[in-house]
């Protein structure tokens, strides 16, 4: 009884755990780098309302070609729209998109790389039709799909997810291949557990790390990608400002107002960077080879 009570509570080994990983986290500069750089990203597009108020299709064309000034902090385009309004609200789109695609990630990709790893009568199948998708370039293959669907928003993320989850999912076929042969999920296969039980309660939490990092950076690709897409016409239509969409409109004005295409491309390279650092810092953190007491 009384070494019941003295036993470290739940909560209280989750708070410590917590602390530990954010000293290890705090301490690596990539990491920390690319928290700012793609946290300033986030914050600045959920505060966009109280940035600016005003419409990112409202034209005024008595005030275009505008410079970046104290009155129009990112200048104005040809037809006189602001593009301080233009560019964070298309980083809704762009990330919003990013974290969709990351979402299906997460979803399918996990479960098709847990089927194929634990069940290996399923894994040449699974896994050759993830060869096959993975044989064409990345981005000429989202490129495909969304010509073939037609432009739009949910045809971009439905292209990006095709292209990126056989990606996720041979990321945690491996993690498993290595787990399902540890001695403690062949104790609990031993003693009876279903293989339901054995892999959502056993495997999957000790294959996270891996999978945390990968995310990451399919965030990062599937941003630059929707930047692509939207600079083709294949993503959202023209009338919905995304950072790709910006780039296309501000390319025939390189000369005469390079802020169009610069401010747009900036925001772009400041996300992918940001998430490539972030990830990497959360390599180098939760990677087993790579820890290194702080």
């Not at 070609?65 to 104005?76: A, C, Q, R, W």
């Not at 016409?233 to 390079?258: C, F, K, N």
Request: proline fraction near 5%; charge should be positive; glycine fraction near 8%.
């Amino acid at each position: 009884m009384t070494d019941l009570v003295n036993e470290p509570s739940r909560l209280s080994l989750a708070l410590d755990s917590a602390r530990h990983w954010l000293r290890r986290l705090s301490a690596n500069r990539s990491f920390l780098l690319g928290a700012i750089l793609f946290g300033g990203i986030c914050i600045f597009t959920l505060a966009a309302p109280l940035i600016t108020s005003v419409d990112p299709n409202a034209l005024s064309v008595r005030n275009r070609f505008k410079p970046p000034s104290e009155i129009y902090l990112f200048g104005t385009d040809n037809l006189g729209r602001d593009m301080l309004s233009r560019v964070l609200n298309g980083a809704r789109l762009s990330l919003g998109i990013g974290f969709a695609v990351v979402i299906l990630n997460a979803v399918f990709g996990v479960f098709l790389g847990a089927i194929a790893g634990y069940y290996r009568r399923l894994d040449d199948l699974l896994m050759r039709i993830a060869d096959a998708l993975m044989a064409f370039p990345a981005v000429l293959l989202a490129i495909g799909i969304a010509a073939a669907l037609g432009p739009s928003a949910a045809t971009a993320i439905i292209a990006l997810a095709v292209v990126y989850i056989p990606r996720t999912a041979r990321v945690v076929r491996a993690s498993i291949l290595v787990a399902r042969e540890l001695d403690y999920v062949q104790a609990a296969r031993a003693a009876g557990a279903r293989d339901g039980r054995i892999l959502w309660h056993h495997i999957m939490p000790n294959c996270m790390a891996p999978l945390i990092v990968q995310l990451s950076f399919v965030f990062a690709y599937a941003v630059l990608s929707e930047a692509v897409l939207s600079f083709l016409g294949l993503s959202a239509p023209p009338t919905v400002p995304s950072w790709g969409v910006l780039i296309a409109e501000g390319r025939t004005y390189l000369r005469e107002a390079a802020w169009l295409t610069v401010i747009p491309g900036l925001a772009i390279a400041i996300t992918v960077l940001g998430l490539n650092l972030l990830g990497d810092g959360l390599r180098d953190v939760l990677d087993p080879r790579m820890k290194v007491e702080q």
